[in-house]
C-alpha cells in the first residue's frame, strides 16, 4: 500500500432519539422472547452495534450498566445471524484489497427492553453471619442500645423507598448487585442506596433527589444531557432497585415494631441526662458508676483574648469524675466510662478527654521521630492563609516547626503558617505507619464508638464489596500563630458528615497558652451560620457556592462576637493541649487555631446517636457535588442487619 493509499472508513453508526413513549410503553409489556445484552454495549470482536452507555462510551473500568438488564426481541439477532452476507459488506481499499476485518458495522435498531435480575439479594448472605470481633462480651446490651437508637432513622429511609416502589408499580426493574464499584449519582455524586432512575438510552444513574428537582431550572439543565448532544427526559427513564420490595418491607416491619415496643427514640431529642440510669433500663442495667448530672445551659462566652486558662480550670482532678465546662464533658481518660461518653454524647454535645497518651506515645510522635524516620519524603504543605498547596521534605516541614525563625516570613514579622493536612493522602495509614497506627488505636479512649471494631461504630459494617469508606487514621500537622484566634486559622470553619475524635499527640509549646483553641457549634444554629457567613461573603465580594462546605472563613474573635449579638449564636469553646482527645459529633460545624504547632490524629467513624445529622449533612453534600464516601443508607441497613440477627 503506497502513502498516498486513502482507507475507505465505515458508514458512522447514527445516533437515534429513541421516543419516551415506545420506553415506556416496552416497559409495561412483555415480549416473548428476549435476548439480554450479555456484554458491552461495543465489544470489538462484534460487529453489532447498540447505543452505548456511558461507561463503555468512556472506557471506564466499572464495566457496562446494561449487561443483563437490557435486552431485545430474540428475533432481531437471529436475523441478523441469518443474513450475514447481506449486513457485513467487505469494504476494499484503493489497490482493491478486501481487508476481512474491515465489514460494515451492523446497527441494531429495536427499541430496548429492560428485564429484571431475578437472583438472590445481596443482603441475605450477610443476614445470619455473625461478626464477633464487633459484639463481644456485651453483645447483647450493645445490641440493645444501638437497634433502638437507629429505628427511627431506618423506619423514615425504609419508608420512602418503599412507597416509591410501590407507586412506580409495573414499570420497576431491578438490576444484579454492584460489587466493587462506589455506586453514586452521575448528577451529585451522592451514594446510591435502592430506588434510583437510569436512563434507557445512556444508563445515567440518577438518584431520586435528583431526579425530583425541576431539570428546566438554569442549574439543573445538565441532568437532562444525554449523550452525543441528545437530551432524555424523566420518561426516558426506567426506576430501579437492588433490593427485592418483600425485603426491605421485612425490615421495615422490624423497625416499626421495635419503635413501638421500645420508644427509644426520645433518648435521640431529650435535653436531660437520668442519673443512675432514672427512666432508662438500658443504662441501668448496665451502668457501675452514675453518669454526670448534665445542665442545658447555654455555652458561656468566652474572652475574647484568648487569655491563659488556669490550671485547675483546664485540668481534670483524678478523684473527680467529671468537670462541667460550657455546657459539654471534660473527663480524664483514667476514669471516663461509656456510659458518662454517652450520656453526653446522645445530647449532640462535644466532649474532651484528656490524658490519654503516654511517654511511650510522645516519644512516637515527636516531630524528632518524623524527621529521622520520614525526613527524606515529599508530602504536600497548605498555606493556612491563601490555601497554595507547595510540596517539601518532611525534614524541612519539621526543622520549621521546632524553630520558628526558620520559616518564610519570619525576618519580615509575618512567619508562614503551613499545614500537612490528611497525612498519608493517597496511602493506607496502617501501611505507611505501621507503629503509629498501632498506638493511636492503643491510645483511643470510648474504644465501643471509635475504633475500626468498636461495637457504636456503624461504619465497620459495610461489607467490603461494598468498598467502604476510608475513614482513617489521618494526621493534621500544622504551625502555631501568636495571633491565636485572630488569625486566619488553622483549620477553617466546615462541617463533616461523619462523627470524628482528634487527638493532640504533640505540641510545641514555648509559653502557658493552651495549644490549640476550637470552636464547635450546635447542630441546631447550623441555619443561623450559614446565614451570617454567606452575609460576610457578600460584605468580601466572594462568590461561593457553600457558606460551610467551601471552607473558606474562619470566624475570629470579632466575626464570633458579631455572630453572637446578630443571631445569638455561641459556640462550644475547646482549649485543646497534647493528650486531649476532642470528639466532635457529625454535623457541628467547628473551626481550629493554634497558638503552637501541633501534631494531632484523627479519626472518624459513624455512631448510632447521630444518624439523623448524618443523613442531612449527605444531603448537603449532594448539593455541591462532593462524593458521598461514607454510604450512609447502606451502612444503616447492613448494621440493622447484623444487630439484629446477632441474638440468633
Request: hydrophobic share 35%; net charge neutral; with cysteine.
Amino acid at each position: 500500500m503506497t502513502a498516498s493509499t486513502k482507507l475507505v472508513k465505515a458508514k458512522p453508526i447514527p445516533k437515534r432519539q429513541i421516543k419516551p413513549e415506545i420506553i415506556r410503553a416496552n416497559l409495561h409489556k412483555t415480549h416473548a422472547p428476549l435476548t439480554p445484552q450479555r456484554g458491552g454495549c461495543w465489544l470489538r470482536s462484534s460487529k453489532l452495534k447498540i447505543d452505548r452507555c456511558r461507561p463503555c462510551i468512556a472506557k471506564k473500568n466499572e464495566g457496562c450498566r446494561f449487561i443483563d438488564m437490557r435486552a431485545f426481541p430474540t428475533d432481531s439477532f437471529e436475523k441478523v445471524a441469518l443474513e450475514p452476507k447481506k449486513n457485513n459488506k467487505k469494504i476494499k481499499n484503493d489497490d482493491n484489497i478486501t481487508n476481512e476485518n474491515d465489514t460494515q458495522d451492523i446497527v441494531l435498531e429495536d427499541d430496548p427492553y429492560f428485564i429484571s435480575f431475578d437472583g438472590p439479594d445481596p443482603i441475605t448472605k450477610y443476614e445470619k453471619k455473625k461478626k464477633a470481633t464487633h459484639i463481644q462480651k456485651n453483645r447483647i446490651t450493645y445490641r440493645n442500645m444501638i437497634l433502638p437508637t437507629i429505628c427511627k432513622a431506618m423506619v423514615k429511609m425504609l419508608q420512602e423507598d418503599n412507597q416509591r416502589v410501590l407507586d412506580h408499580g409495573a414499570l420497576i426493574r431491578r438490576r444484579a448487585p454492584f460489587t466493587n464499584v462506589r455506586h453514586v449519582c452521575d448528577v451529585c455524586l451522592t451514594s446510591i442506596f435502592n430506588l434510583h432512575y437510569m436512563c434507557a438510552v445512556c444508563a445515567m444513574d440518577i438518584c431520586v433527589d435528583c431526579y425530583d428537582k425541576d431539570w428546566e431550572e438554569k442549574d439543573n439543565l445538565r441532568i437532562a444531557h444525554c449523550t452525543y448532544r441528545r437530551t432524555h427526559t424523566k420518561d426516558h427513564l426506567v426506576p430501579v432497585i437492588k433490593y427485592e420490595l418483600k425485603t426491605l418491607q421485612k425490615f421495615q416491619e422490624q423497625c416499626s415494631q421495635m419503635d413501638v415496643d421500645d420508644n427509644h427514640d426520645k433518648n435521640m431529642t431529650t435535653t436531660t441526662i437520668p442519673v443512675n440510669g432514672e427512666n432508662d433500663p438500658l443504662l441501668a442495667a448496665t451502668s457501675t458508676t452514675p453518669p454526670p448530672a448534665m445542665t442545658t445551659a447555654e455555652p458561656e462566652k468566652e474572652n475574647e483574648e484568648a487569655e491563659p486558662i488556669e490550671k485547675e480550670e483546664q485540668t481534670i482532678v483524678k478523684d473527680e469524675t467529671v468537670k462541667e465546662k460550657n455546657d459539654f464533658l471534660i473527663v480524664d481518660a483514667d476514669v471516663v466510662t461509656l456510659e458518662d461518653f454517652r450520656a453526653c454524647w446522645r445530647q449532640g454535645k462535644p466532649v474532651m478527654v484528656q490524658n490519654v497518651i503516654d511517654s511511650h506515645s510522645q516519644e512516637l510522635w515527636s516531630p524528632e521521630s518524623f524527621i529521622k524516620k520520614y525526613g527524606k519524603t515529599e508530602t504536600d504543605v497548605i498555606d493556612c492563609k491563601t490555601g497554595f498547596v507547595d510540596i517539601t521534605h518532611v525534614k524541612d516541614f519539621f526543622e520549621a516547626y521546632i524553630d520558628s525563625t526558620l520559616r518564610h516570613g519570619y525576618d519580615k514579622g509575618k512567619p508562614v503558617v503551613l499545614k500537612i493536612k490528611d497525612w498519608p493522602p493517597k496511602e493506607d495509614f496502617v501501611k505507611k505507619f505501621p507503629k503509629l497506627y498501632k498506638d493511636f488505636m492503643r491510645i483511643l479512649p470510648v474504644k465501643e464508638y471509635c475504633t475500626v471494631d468498636g461495637s457504636f461504630n456503624l461504619s465497620n459494617r459495610l461489607p467490603k464489596e461494598y468498598l467502604p469508606p476510608d475513614l482513617g487514621p489521618k494526621m493534621f500537622i500544622a504551625y502555631g500563630s501568636d495571633q491565636g484566634e485572630h488569625s486566619v486559622g488553622t483549620t477553617k470553619l466546615h462541617c463533616d458528615m461523619a462523627d470524628a475524635v482528634n487527638v493532640m499527640c504533640h505540641a510545641n509549646k514555648s509559653d502557658d497558652r493552651d495549644a490549640a483553641i476550637w470552636d464547635i457549634f450546635p447542630y441546631e444554629s447550623q441555619a443561623a451560620v450559614r446565614m451570617f457567613v454567606e452575609k460576610i461573603a457578600n460584605e468580601q465580594n466572594r462568590k461561593i457556592r457553600d457558606p460551610i462546605h467551601d471552607q473558606w472563613l474562619y470566624l475570629n474573635g470579632t466575626l464570633l462576637e458579631r455572630l453572637e449579638k446578630e443571631h445569638g449564636v455561641k459556640s462550644w469553646r475547646l482549649y485543646q493541649n497534647p493528650g486531649d482527645a476532642v470528639f466532635i459529633p457529625a454535623g457541628c460545624a467547628h473551626q481550629v487555631s493554634n497558638y503552637h504547632s501541633a501534631i494531632k490524629c484523627a479519626y472518624d467513624f459513624v455512631s448510632p446517636e447521630n444518624i439523623g445529622r448524618c443523613l442531612d449533612i449527605t444531603s448537603q453534600f449532594g448539593r455541591v457535588k462532593r462524593e458521598d464516601a461514607l454510604q450512609l443508607k447502606n451502612t444503616l441497613l447492613f448494621a440493622w442487619s447484623e444487630l439484629y440477627y446477632s441474638d440468633e
